[in-house]
């Protein structure tokens, strides 16, 4: 099967190290080459989008039918075995074409949410894991910095195929957080550790709960991220990755901002309800990023600030949990 896109644009991006306009330029030329990306742009004009206002950042709700396979996924283990895996290269549609990009191939995502969103798959089917790999994510977003934000969402929070391993890339600021993000952390943050290198704060701005680490400094915001995952994985009591969702942001003038979100679990209640209450919602990095996707309408008409406020703090970790992981960073 050909993957690999054969543009000379695009070539000569890579060969100047700028996957960001080689990424945007496979974006634009699969846009019109390949219908099933055409078909999920042109879905995004009739997008839905209404806008919830808290005390210093907003959360956006956006109905957005495309993303109805994605938010529904069966990720239980028998429900993965059963299916052939998506993000596999045999698997991908005959259309589709994507950039290498070390160990993974960037791909434009056919079902988006961002107006430009891509998939960075691995070459090899292993499983979603950010432990050893959140080295990748940041040279990921480093690399596409100019005009995109990279996310992570755990095996067990939000990733549709847990058993691939995989990242997403969308445009930068689409994300009400990546604006608010000082805003926030001034108003609801406590610092754990500020030096000219690095800087941690934990964040609850009474709806969601995460930790920020920022830093140029490559090597010390690996080093840093390591030491929290063994903290929180101690905390939650995990033997396997801990509930967690990332985005990275960087700028070439200041580094990595890495956004830790701090989850209890995958889904709330209503998701599972057989009753009118029931709400097709399962918030990932997207969502809580601060552009919530409901891919039924009904559910988008309905909700209202209070039921989303109600719906987030139901699937972050408790104030309690947030102090044991504060005062044991402050150890870091």
Request: hydrophobic share 40%.
């Amino acid at each position: 099967m050909k993957i690999f896109a054969d543009n000379t644009i695009i070539k000569d991006f890579i060969n100047q190290n700028n996957y960001s306009d080689a990424s945007k330029t496979l974006f634009e030329i699969q846009k019109n080459d390949w219908q099933m990306l055409k078909n999920g742009v042109n879905s995004l004009s009739a997008v839905k989008t209404k806008s919830f206002q808290f005390d210093g950042f907003k959360i956006k709700a956006q109905f957005n039918a495309g993303r109805m396979t994605s938010t529904s996924a069966k990720v239980d283990s028998k429900s993965i075995s059963e299916r052939k895996c998506f993000l596999c290269v045999e698997n991908l549609p005959e259309q589709q074409r994507g950039i290498l990009y070390n160990n993974y191939i960037i791909l434009c995502n056919p079902f988006p949410i961002f107006p430009e969103h891509f998939t960075i798959t691995h070459k090899e089917h292993q499983p979603q894991r950010i432990v050893d790999t959140f080295s990748d994510m940041i040279d990921i977003s480093r690399d596409l910095s100019e005009y995109y934000s990279v996310i992570y969402n755990g095996p067990r929070c939000g990733a549709s195929a847990p058993d691939h391993l995989h990242f997403q890339a969308g445009n930068k600021f689409f994300m009400p957080i990546d604006d608010e993000f000082h805003l926030i952390k001034n108003e609801y943050g406590k610092e754990i550790y500020e030096s000219d290198d690095l800087s941690m704060f934990a964040v609850d701005d009474g709806i969601r709960k995460f930790i920020s680490i920022e830093s140029i400094d490559r090597d010390l915001l690996i080093k840093t991220f390591s030491r929290f995952y063994k903290i929180y994985s101690e905390i939650m009591n995990e033997d396997r990755e801990p509930l967690m969702n990332l985005i990275s942001f960087y700028e070439a003038e200041y580094g990595w901002r890495v956004i830790i979100f701090l989850r209890s679990k995958h889904r709330p209640a209503a998701f599972f309800a057989e009753d009118e209450s029931k709400m097709l919602v399962s918030p990932a990095a997207i969502d809580i990023g601060g552009v919530c996707v409901f891919p039924r309408e009904e559910d988008f008409n309905r909700i209202t600030k209070e039921q989303l406020a109600d719906i987030f703090k139901e699937v972050f970790v408790d104030r309690s949990e947030l102090e044991k992981i504060i005062i044991e960073c402050t150890k870091i």
